[in-house]
């Protein structure tokens, strides 16, 4: 078809974009309508920046920056979006922009992969590309703006805006501190000092100036929209609408009117279901789609969608516009406003608005769109609510007019099917009311579990009203009352009429607010199964308070909160706004040169460009498959069939591989450790809910992830018992793991006679943990190739490919020697991809075996979550005998540990949980463990594995005795450290020398770095001060026991004088191969008494191969990188001793001699080159203690439940660092996902243990909006250590547990919540004696200060309800 057709006719018939300036074109033909940016990038491009990381738009992982110009105003327009879920057919003429086309190799880096590289914010790099666009996008369309002309050097962009430009952008690395701080370096209003840890200027540097910078060029400096397509773009405006409605072609149309539409939508080409009507398509991130569509009308073109009319009586926006334009809009239409009251609710909407998703699913998402998933599937929108709140009206065309109705009514309408068309939204303009003198009040408020960074409401609201004071009773009154809420469990946002009633033309007093609380209650009363129905009640009765109490005198009002500095400042200080500070101490050594130095990150801007090559990465070879697995949804049932729904994707299965397929010399082996073997496929019985059953082939991933969501399993209990799912079940029915004698820990002194010596004892009270899904950034991912004579050649992305090699080989029943495993660079791992990769790689090399073809598996987010594992939960029954001075004299803790189905590597889980307990000294220590085996997916170590879950138990103990002795946390804490003598007594094999045990003196030096004396006085004065709000702020320790293993290490230089290194361990984001790279720099620049320059860049580190480097162990535990470091240093002074005589020689020869020469003459006299070692640590190497503190200052919203962290500060020994700017971002990312474990992380699953918490939708990690407000980190140099390698000591996990003092400081602050409610209730109970358990997110938050503290408070102040109610 020629072209101009292709701009008027509704059915697209080739596709034209440019993706980092280059023209693309496909005919439909070759294109199915439902292919997504991301997938036609990744698999039609060479370009693989954008990364899948969960297809939901909800991790950012795949951001580009889309640019559309418009002939008619000669205007390009560019904004960030999720590649994931923008449909390919949706950017025709469009111009996309990926991280490689800001920047690479080839043609140079930007200023912003330099910056995220210099500022070390970049760990694994998974998220590094999209990092890169969010903050591209925020930089472009900030000096798109009018503000005035930044200083040279600078964006317009401003530090608060740069904080927010990445919200949406999930890292599980980073814990997003130098992020905020590289694209901070951006901000024109920027101070350069407060900037954190780079490479551009050293601390001690008199003032740092952006010259020292990579350079930016105004406007980001990058063509976003080629000349070629507005050219094209122009010549195709020309032509005319030349109507074709008659095809009868599968694909994409784009009706340009509202007649085309029903044209099309009557046609019989559209009978069928498997049709979508799409605008932003950003509704398949919440409800997923289930099969294949293979034609899609995409009804933003038609104009009526698009208009925006501006009326004296309110504005009306056409539903096709995007959220992001509609905040623009609202807010320009706010400030253009006359009366100042009338302009506030068009702000407040553009600012609710603006916490909605991301910025770049906002950017694609569409009003229209929003409101429809409200009125067609219930979504629990903030824009219905609060459009509601203010009494909008929709214009909506059913086949013939286009009619108005409110949003009510609209609303209220029973689902709308595709025959009906949302044209535009209307929202009226409020103003005071002049005759009433009144003014106009209007608040939106929303709890989410994040406060920017996407989290749905668990309940929403918007109120609007004139107030008026009543001058006969000295009240104000209300009147024109809107009360919507929304997303408590409703179907749809709704008005509280009765409520509104009630309070119309009443004397607004405390009992009036009671009285409409009551009616409240009777209102919002969430559906039947909709989670925490409680909590959103009492926080929906909060938001009424909130706005109600403004209005009254005598009542606290919890939207200001009260300075404890200066008493009489009534300042409303909202925390969320709160900028974000850093401070780093780290002391770079010099004596072992390069090591020791904060050099950045190897391949760094490889990972910020795009360009480092994950597995998803490497181009799929020729006739390659793709797998998904089918999963077993219930526990322990037989699987007796398994078919597939009649479907489109059903109908691209090529192959089904399951148990039958495995060779007869083979097994049915998945995953194996020194304790136990975990089959691949549940066969005949699926043993838990998550268990493969079989891998489904198609020629494309989502083919092959589609047709597997279509597998229909049939499951037969009879004769089975029934499962075991929860840790009391396994304690009833005695099902437990063995735990080895040599792996269970040791007990200390004697219980009875300890608790004999006790004045005081609590007995068996219990602490709950539960799980915690790893979330590495990368989902599990193999590619599978098979080789030549019996052979499989594996890409894992895997943290021990040496096991890999082994459950491969059994599986396939074919030597070791056959099997060649592979990996490059791991997308993060945390512990989930040592054991739990397995399974992927076994499972893609079966397929490959029985296909005799290339199979690539990259499981979906969905699948990954539901069937990996994760953190093992437990529970732990403390008794304790104390002193009533604090002194702890006896515990006995009773461990319950919920294992899974296999032993995986449970065995050593006890022992970490007793090892973090230990820190203290609890003068005897008893404990009887139980290591569950239950019917729930495996349970595998995840970073810290057990210390993270003793610890806490540890300092709930710890606070439990102090708060019955009414004593300082901090006091006992002290009262119970460890002297050096029991510190031996309780770590015999790891103590080392008195000298090194630092505890002591980092808690002091925290506390007075901390200022945490005076805080925690200026808190008590807050929280007498504040009624709404609460602060705690707590101090922990930390000992964690550090077990470096035996590494490989082979060192090569060739004859160019460059040198390759390859390791056992592998990278996975903790900046192994850097301090690999700088150990080999240094150890073979001994050669040279001062060092030697320049090798530091000729260092290249393999990828791990199981054939070319044998022993090489499995990636985790912290101490890979030392051993890997010691293997190298062992290698280099190998290869150290082979070149010595040839350099003295030539010493005698010549005087200096350079690197080159050395290699070139040491090659002529056949010195072996090539040095392997097998490092193994010796007595007094193979285990130490680290030693840590941390504090944290946490303040609650007593209305939501909402937790921020203001402030941590850490302080952390390290020996003398490898690499301090390495440690210290270990250090700070281990304690962001420690804060994830503690308060964000609900791990969730339902009666049948299968997990529900299965995608970004509803399990939250900490995203930027979370990390503390004020974050501190301090990597000491404890000087020399003799067994140390260089001296170093380990980082890369140890934080996680520091991140327990977020949790005690939040009990403090819920105890502050509990004694002031508790004072003014009857209630007999200890406010102090509850049960914090893990994690503590909001709800649970708000539960333990109580659900009815308003009620109490209202009551407290001698107010009955008003009578009405
Ligand atoms: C990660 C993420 C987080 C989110 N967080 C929030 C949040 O916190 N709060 C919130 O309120 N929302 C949230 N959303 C929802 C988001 O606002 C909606 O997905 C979006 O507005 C839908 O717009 P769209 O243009 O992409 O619609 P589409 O996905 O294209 O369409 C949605 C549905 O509406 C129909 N439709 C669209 N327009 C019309 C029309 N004009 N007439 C008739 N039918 C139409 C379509 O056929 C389809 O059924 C989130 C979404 C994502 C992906
Ligand atoms: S992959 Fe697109 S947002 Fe996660
Ligand atoms: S660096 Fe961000 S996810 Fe790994």
Same mark, same amino acid.
């Given at each position: 078809?020629?072209?101009?057709?292709?701009?008027?006719?509704?059915?697209?018939?080739?596709?034209?974009?440019?993706?980092?300036?280059?023209?693309?074109?496909?005919?439909?033909?070759?294109?199915?309508?439902?292919?997504?940016?991301?997938?036609?990038?990744?698999?039609?491009?060479?370009?693989?920046?954008?990364?899948?990381? $969960?297809?939901?738009?909800?991790?950012?992982?795949?951001?580009?920056?889309?640019?559309?110009?418009?002939?008619?105003?000669?205007?390009?327009?560019?904004?960030?979006?999720?590649?994931?879920?923008?449909?390919?057919?949706?950017?025709?003429?469009?111009?996309?922009?990926?991280?490689?086309?800001?920047?690479?190799?080839?043609?140079?880096?930007?200023?912003?992969?330099?910056?995220?590289?210099?500022?070390?914010?970049?760990?694994?790099?998974?998220?590094?590309?999209?990092?890169?666009?969010?903050?591209?996008?925020?930089?472009?369309?900030?000096?798109?703006?009018?503000?005035?002309?930044?200083?040279?050097?600078?964006?317009?962009?401003?530090?608060?805006?740069?904080?927010?430009?990445?919200?949406?952008?999930?890292?599980?690395?980073?814990?997003?501190?130098?992020?905020?701080?590289?694209?901070?370096?951006?901000?024109?209003?920027?101070?350069?000092?407060?900037?954190?840890?780079?490479?551009?200027?050293?601390?001690?540097?008199?003032?740092?100036?952006?010259?020292?910078?990579?350079?930016?060029?105004?406007?980001?400096?990058?063509? &976003?929209?080629?000349?070629?397509?507005?050219?094209?773009?122009?010549?195709?405006?020309?032509?005319?609408?030349?109507?074709?409605?008659?095809?009868?072609?599968?694909?994409?149309?784009?009706?340009?009117?509202?007649?085309?539409?029903?044209?099309?939508?009557?046609?019989?080409?559209?009978?069928?279901?498997?049709?979508?009507?799409?605008?932003?398509?950003?509704?398949?991130?919440?409800?997923?789609?289930?099969?294949?569509?293979?034609?899609?009308?995409?009804?933003?073109?038609?104009?009526?969608?698009?208009?925006?009319?501006?009326?004296?009586?309110?504005?009306?926006?056409?539903?096709?516009?995007?959220?992001?334009?509609?905040?623009?809009?609202?807010?320009?239409?706010?400030?253009?406003?006359?009366?100042?009251?009338?302009?506030?609710?068009?702000?407040?909407?553009?600012?609710?608005?603006?916490?909605?998703?991301?910025?770049?699913?906002?950017?694609?998402?569409?009003?229209?769109?929003?409101?429809?998933?409200?009125?067609?599937?219930?979504?629990?929108?903030?824009?219905? &609510?609060?459009?509601?709140?203010?009494?909008?009206?929709?214009?909506?065309?059913?086949?013939?007019?286009?009619?108005?109705?409110?949003?009510?009514?609209?609303?209220?309408?029973?689902?709308?099917?595709?025959?009906?068309?949302?044209?535009?939204?209307?929202?009226?303009?409020?103003?005071?009311?002049?005759?009433?003198?009144?003014?106009?009040?209007?608040?939106?408020?929303?709890?989410?579990?994040?406060?920017?960074?996407?989290?749905?409401?668990?309940?929403?609201?918007?109120?609007?009203?004139?107030?008026?004071?009543?001058?006969?009773?000295?009240?104000?009154?209300?009147?024109?009352?809107?009360?919507?809420?929304?997303?408590?469990?409703?179907?749809?946002?709704?008005?509280?009429?009765?409520?509104?009633?009630?309070?119309?033309?009443?004397?607004?007093?405390?009992?009036?607010?009671?009285?409409?609380?009551?009616?409240?209650?009777?209102?919002?009363?969430?559906?039947?199964?909709?989670?925490?129905?409680?909590?959103?009640?009492?926080?929906?009765?909060?938001?009424?308070?909130?706005?109600?109490?403004?209005?009254?005198?005598?009542?606290?009002?919890?939207?200001?909160?009260?300075?404890?500095?200066?008493?009489?400042?009534?300042?409303?200080?909202?925390?969320?706004?709160?900028?974000?500070?850093?401070?780093?101490?780290?002391?770079?050594?010099?004596?072992?040169?390069?090591?020791?130095?904060?050099?950045?990150?190897?391949?760094?801007?490889?990972?910020?460009?795009?360009?480092?090559?994950?597995?998803?990465?490497?181009?799929?070879?020729?006739?390659?498959?793709?797998?998904?697995?089918?999963?077993?949804?219930?526990?322990?049932?037989?699987?007796?069939?398994?078919?597939?729904?009649?479907?489109?994707?059903?109908?691209?299965?090529?192959?089904?591989?399951?148990?039958?397929?495995?060779?007869?010399?083979?097994?049915?082996?998945?995953?194996?450790?020194?304790?136990?073997?975990?089959?691949?496929?549940?066969?005949?019985?699926?043993?838990?809910?998550?268990?493969?059953?079989?891998?489904?082939?198609?020629?494309?991933?989502?083919?092959?992830?589609?047709?597997?969501?279509?597998?229909?399993?049939?499951?037969?209990?009879?004769?089975?018992?029934?499962?075991?799912?929860?840790?009391?079940?396994?304690?009833?029915?005695?099902?437990?793991?063995?735990?080895?004698?040599?792996?269970?820990?040791?007990?200390?002194?004697?219980?009875?006679?300890?608790?004999?010596?006790?004045?005081?004892?609590?007995?068996?009270?219990?602490?709950?943990?539960?799980?915690?899904?790893?979330?590495?950034?990368?989902?599990?991912?193999?590619?599978?190739?098979?080789?030549?004579?019996?052979?499989?050649?594996?890409?894992?992305?895997?943290?021990?490919?040496?096991?890999?090699?082994?459950?491969?080989?059994?599986?396939?029943?074919?030597?070791?020697?056959?099997?060649?495993?592979?990996?490059?660079?791991?997308?993060?791992?945390?512990?989930?991809?040592?054991?739990?990769?397995?399974?992927?790689?076994?499972?893609?090399?079966?397929?490959?075996?029985?296909?005799?073809?290339?199979?690539?598996?990259?499981?979906?987010?969905?699948?990954?979550?539901?069937?990996?594992?994760?953190?093992?939960?437990?529970?732990?029954?403390?008794?304790?005998?104390?002193?009533?001075?604090?002194?702890?004299?006896?515990?006995?803790?009773?461990?319950?540990?919920?294992?899974?189905?296999?032993?995986?590597?449970?065995?050593?889980?006890?022992?970490?949980?007793?090892?973090?307990?230990?820190?203290?000294?609890?003068?005897?220590?008893?404990?009887?463990?139980?290591? $569950?085996?239950?019917?729930?997916?495996?349970?595998?170590?995840?970073?810290?594995?057990?210390?993270?879950?003793?610890?806490?138990?540890?300092?709930?103990?710890?606070?439990?005795?102090?708060?019955?002795?009414?004593?300082?946390?901090?006091?006992?804490?002290?009262?119970?450290?460890?002297?050096?003598?029991?510190?031996?007594?309780?770590?015999?094999?790891?103590?080392?020398?008195?000298?090194?045990?630092?505890?002591?003196?980092?808690?002091?030096?925290?506390?007075?770095?901390?200022?945490?004396?005076?805080?925690?006085?200026?808190?008590?004065?807050?929280?007498?001060?504040?009624?709404?709000?609460?602060?705690?702020?707590?101090?922990?320790?930390?000992?964690?026991?550090?077990?470096?293993?035996?590494?490989?290490?082979?060192?090569?230089?060739?004859?160019?004088?460059?040198?390759?290194?390859?390791?056992?361990?592998?990278?996975?984001?903790?900046?192994?191969?850097?301090?690999?790279?700088?150990?080999?720099?240094?150890?073979?620049?001994?050669?040279?008494?001062?060092?030697?320059?320049?090798?530091?860049?000729?260092?290249?580190?393999?990828?791990?191969?199981?054939?070319?480097?044998?022993?090489?162990?499995?990636?985790?535990?912290?101490?890979?990188?030392?051993?890997?470091?010691?293997?190298?240093?062992?290698?280099?002074?190998?290869?150290?001793?082979?070149?010595?005589?040839?350099?003295?020689?030539?010493?005698?020869?010549?005087?200096?001699?350079?690197?080159?020469?050395?290699?070139?003459?040491?090659?002529?006299?056949?010195?072996?080159?090539?040095?392997?070692?097998?490092?193994?640590?010796?007595?007094?190497?193979?285990?130490?203690?680290?030693?840590?503190?941390?504090?944290?200052?946490?303040?609650?919203?007593?209305?939501?439940?909402?937790?921020?962290?203001?402030?941590?500060?850490?302080?952390?020994?390290?020996?003398?660092?490898?690499?301090?700017?390495?440690?210290?971002?270990?250090?700070?990312?281990?304690?962001?996902?420690?804060?994830?474990?503690?308060?964000?992380?609900?791990?969730?699953?339902?009666?049948?243990?299968?997990?529900?918490?299965?995608?970004?939708?509803?399990?939250?990690?900490?995203?930027?909006?979370?990390?503390?407000?004020?974050?501190?980190?301090?990597?000491?140099?404890?000087?020399?250590?003799?067994?140390?390698?260089?001296?170093?000591?380990?980082?890369?996990?140890?934080?996680?547990?520091?991140?327990?003092?977020?949790? $005690?400081?939040?009990?403090?602050?819920?105890?502050?919540?509990?004694?002031?409610?508790?004072?003014?209730?009857?209630?007999?109970?200890?406010?102090?004696?509850?049960?914090?358990?893990?994690?503590?997110?909001?709800?649970?938050?708000?539960?333990?200060?109580?659900?009815?503290?308003?009620?109490?408070?209202?009551?407290?102040?001698?107010?009955?309800?008003?009578?009405?109610?």
């Amino acid at each position: 078809m020629a072209a101009r057709d292709d701009a008027s006719s509704p059915l697209v018939e080739r596709l034209v974009l440019a993706l980092n300036g280059r023209r693309y074109e496909v005919a439909a033909a070759e294109l199915e309508p439902s292919t997504t940016l991301l997938e036609f990038i990744r698999t039609r491009t060479p370009f693989r920046g954008p990364k899948l990381g $969960c297809g939901e738009g909800g991790c950012g992982a795949c951001v580009v920056l889309i640019a559309k110009y418009n002939p008619a105003t000669d205007e390009v327009t560019e904004f960030s979006a999720s590649s994931c879920l923008t449909l390919i057919y949706s950017l025709n003429y469009c111009s996309v922009i990926t991280t490689e086309g800001l920047g690479n190799t080839r043609d140079g880096f930007h200023a912003i992969q330099k910056r995220m590289s210099g500022f070390h914010a970049s760990q694994c790099g998974f998220c590094t590309p999209g990092m890169c666009m969010s903050i591209f996008s925020s930089l472009v369309n900030a000096d798109n703006s009018k503000r005035p002309q930044p200083p040279n050097g600078f964006s317009k962009l401003t530090v608060s805006e740069a904080e927010k430009s990445f919200s949406g952008n999930l890292c599980r690395c980073t814990g997003y501190r130098p992020i905020v701080d590289a694209c901070k370096s951006f901000a024109s209003d920027v101070d350069l000092e407060d900037l954190g840890l780079n490479i551009f200027w050293k601390k001690s540097d008199r003032k740092p100036d952006v010259s020292k910078l990579p350079s930016y060029t105004f406007g980001g400096g990058i063509c &976003t929209f080629p000349d070629f397509l507005r050219s094209e773009l122009k010549s195709l405006q020309q032509h005319t609408d030349d109507v074709n409605t008659t095809s009868s072609k599968e694909g994409w149309y784009q009706p340009r009117s509202i007649k085309h539409y029903y044209e099309l939508i009557n046609s019989t080409l559209f009978s069928e279901s498997s049709v979508k009507v799409v605008i932003g398509n950003t509704s398949a991130g919440v409800y997923k789609d289930h099969d294949l569509y293979n034609k899609y009308i995409d009804i933003g073109g038609i104009p009526e969608l698009s208009s925006i009319v501006s009326k004296s009586e309110g504005i009306e926006i056409g539903a096709a516009i995007t959220i992001s334009r509609s905040i623009e809009i609202l807010e320009k239409e706010s400030k253009s406003m006359s009366s100042p009251n009338g302009s506030v609710v068009f702000r407040k909407l553009a600012e609710h608005m603006s916490k909605v998703a991301s910025p770049f699913v906002r950017n694609t998402a569409s009003l229209g769109g929003n409101i429809m998933l409200a009125q067609k599937y219930s979504f629990p929108s903030d824009i219905a &609510t609060i459009l509601l709140g203010v009494g909008s009206t929709v214009c909506i065309q059913v086949v013939g007019e286009p009619r108005h109705v409110t949003l009510e009514e609209f609303l209220e309408q029973p689902p709308l099917d595709r025959m009906s068309l949302l044209l535009s939204i209307f929202i009226p303009h409020w103003i005071a009311d002049s005759q009433t003198d009144s003014s106009l009040v209007f608040e939106t408020y929303r709890a989410a579990s994040r406060p920017l960074g996407n989290a749905i409401s668990y309940v929403n609201s918007a109120f609007l009203g004139h107030v008026s004071f009543d001058e006969s009773s000295g009240d104000h009154v209300l009147n024109n009352l809107h009360l919507a809420f929304g997303a408590y469990g409703t179907e749809h946002a709704i008005r509280a009429r009765k409520v509104e009633k009630f309070l119309t033309g009443k004397s607004l007093t405390a009992s009036t607010i009671h009285g409409a609380i009551q009616l409240l209650k009777d209102t919002v009363v969430p559906a039947k199964g909709t989670s925490h129905p409680e909590y959103r009640v009492s926080v929906a009765v909060g938001f009424l308070f909130s706005f109600l109490s403004a209005h009254v005198k005598g009542i606290a009002y919890p939207g200001k909160t009260f300075s404890a500095s200066s008493a009489n400042s009534l300042d409303m200080i909202d925390i969320y706004d709160w900028p974000l500070s850093s401070r780093q101490e780290t002391i770079s050594g010099d004596e072992y040169k390069p090591v020791g130095e904060p050099v950045k990150k190897y391949g760094v801007e490889l990972q910020a460009s795009g360009e480092a090559v994950y597995v998803d990465d490497i181009p799929a070879p020729k006739n390659c498959l793709h797998g998904e697995f089918i999963y077993s949804t219930r526990p322990l049932s037989f699987v007796k069939n398994i078919t597939f729904k009649s479907s489109l994707s059903s109908q691209k299965i090529i192959a089904v591989v399951s148990a039958k397929d495995i060779p007869k010399d083979g097994q049915n082996i998945g995953s194996m450790s020194m304790f136990g073997d975990e089959p691949l496929f549940g066969d005949p019985i699926a043993e838990f809910a998550g268990q493969a059953l079989g891998v489904v082939i198609a020629e494309t991933q989502r083919y092959a992830d589609m047709a597997a969501k279509q597998a229909v399993v049939e499951y037969d209990t009879v004769d089975l018992n029934p499962p075991i799912l929860t840790m009391e079940q396994a304690v009833q029915n005695n099902s437990y793991f063995n735990v080895p004698a040599v792996f269970y820990p040791k007990q200390v002194g004697d219980f009875s006679m300890g608790m004999d010596e006790a004045d005081h004892k609590i007995l068996s009270t219990e602490v709950k943990l539960a799980s915690q899904y790893y979330f590495y950034m990368e989902t599990q991912t193999a590619l599978a190739i098979p080789d030549e004579d019996n052979n499989m050649v594996v890409y894992s992305s895997s943290q021990y490919p040496e096991l890999a090699q082994t459950v491969i080989a059994k599986c396939l029943g074919i030597p070791l020697a056959n099997v060649r495993v592979i990996t490059r660079r791991v997308g993060g791992g945390f512990g989930g991809k040592a054991y739990r990769s397995f399974p992927v790689a076994t499972a893609a090399a079966l397929s490959a075996y029985k296909l005799q073809r290339p199979v690539k598996m990259y499981l979906n987010r969905n699948t990954d979550m539901i069937m990996v594992g994760s953190r093992h939960p437990m529970k732990a029954l403390y008794s304790v005998g104390f002193k009533s001075d604090g002194k702890i004299t006896a515990l006995h803790l009773d461990l319950v540990i919920d294992a899974g189905i296999s032993e995986d590597l449970s065995p050593v889980i006890p022992s970490g949980v007793i090892s973090a307990l230990k820190k203290y000294n609890w003068g005897a220590l008893s404990f009887d463990i139980k290591l $569950c085996k239950t019917n729930n997916t495996s349970k595998s170590a995840m970073r810290a594995p057990g210390d993270t879950q003793g610890s806490l138990i540890a300092e709930a103990v710890i606070e439990h005795v102090a708060s019955v002795l009414s004593l300082d946390s901090n006091h006992v804490r002290e009262m119970n450290f460890h002297t050096y003598d029991s510190l031996v007594l309780f770590y015999p094999a790891s103590a080392g020398k008195d000298s090194t045990y630092t505890l002591r003196s980092i808690f002091n030096r925290l506390a007075l770095t901390s200022s945490y004396l005076h805080r925690a006085d200026t808190i008590k004065q807050f929280n007498i001060c504040n009624k709404w709000r609460k602060r705690g702020i707590s101090c922990v320790p930390l000992i964690f026991n550090v077990s470096p293993r035996p590494a490989p290490g082979r060192v090569s230089v060739l004859k160019d004088g460059s040198i390759v290194v390859q390791v056992g361990g592998i990278e996975i984001g903790q900046g192994l191969w850097t301090k690999v790279q700088q150990m080999t720099a240094f150890a073979l620049g001994k050669l040279w008494p001062e060092g030697c320059e320049g090798l530091l860049e000729r260092v290249r580190v393999l990828q791990a191969d199981t054939l070319n480097l044998v022993q090489s162990g499995v990636t985790g535990g912290s101490s890979t990188s030392e051993s890997s470091c010691a293997a190298t240093l062992q290698a280099c002074k190998l290869l150290v001793s082979r070149l010595n005589p040839v350099m003295n020689k030539m010493r005698l020869q010549s005087g200096t001699v350079s690197w080159d020469n050395l290699i070139s003459q040491a090659s002529q006299e056949n010195v072996n080159l090539s040095a392997s070692v097998y490092w193994v640590p010796e007595k007094g190497s193979n285990s130490y203690l680290n030693y840590g503190a941390g504090t944290s200052e946490v303040e609650i919203d007593l209305i939501t439940g909402a937790v921020t962290i203001l402030r941590s500060d850490l302080v952390y020994d390290c020996g003398m660092s490898l690499n301090p700017a390495v440690d210290l971002g270990q250090i700070e990312g281990s304690f962001i996902q420690g804060v994830g474990f503690f308060i964000y992380e609900e791990h969730q699953t339902n009666s049948d243990g299968l997990v529900i918490s299965n995608s970004t939708w509803d399990y939250k990690i900490p995203t930027v909006d979370t990390i503390p407000k004020q974050f501190n980190v301090e990597v000491l140099n404890t000087g020399y250590h003799k067994d140390r390698v260089l001296s170093s000591k380990a980082s890369g996990e140890p934080a996680v547990v520091l991140a327990s003092s977020v949790h $005690c400081a939040l009990r403090e602050a819920i105890r502050a919540a509990r004694k002031d409610f508790a004072n003014s209730a009857e209630s007999g109970t200890s406010p102090l004696t509850f049960q914090l358990n893990v994690p503590a997110p909001m709800t649970i938050v708000k539960e333990l200060c109580g659900f009815d503290i308003v009620e109490k408070y209202l009551e407290n102040l001698g107010h009955k309800p008003a009578s009405g109610a």
